[in-house]
């Protein structure tokens, strides 16, 4: 009978593992950079991200502003933005993990787009955008729109994790845009 009771729990133990028992826990790696901030205005434009350790960096080129997420990516993991850039944080690892962990399942349920009113003031005003960076399907670097302010209006998500995302990292940057 014992014999029986221990044959029946690995069975149904290695059913469990066989069948995914736990599969969407599977966590993929964070970007190097994993979340930005971009603000526009009439003599110019402003930026900064966060790369996967929690370190925050203010954008000081225009040539490192206009670079593609991938050329952005590689040449801050190859160490050539060290002129282009200036630490201005650190924010906390765990917490980013927290927030880059509800915004890769909000990717994955595809449910990330901003809610954008019919009429939006016609104020001239500073352009914001914050996007958190995740893998594509082809496992290339791609960025989503977790929030943005236009003509001084405050434009959110559909989803409510991408808004605790944005404000996550919105009160993470505390004022250091």
Known sequence: MERTLTAVSAVILLIGCCTGCGKGKIKQAIPKICFMYYRSFEKGAAGCFCDSSGNCY?????????M?????????????LEKDIKFLKKIDEAELEEAYMKLQGA????????????????????????????YDENNTPARVEIHANRCMTDINSVNKDVNEVYEWFSGSLNGNK
């Open 68 to 80: 593609k997420l991938e050329e952005l990516i590689a040449n801050y993991e190859a160490g050539k």
């Open 58 to 66: 203010t954008i000081l080129s225009a040539d490192v502003m206009s």
């Open 107 to 134: 990717v994955a349920k595809e449910k990330c787009e901003l809610r954008v009113p019919d009429a939006l003031s016609e104020a001239e005003a500073p352009r914001e955008s914050w996007y958190g960076v995740y």
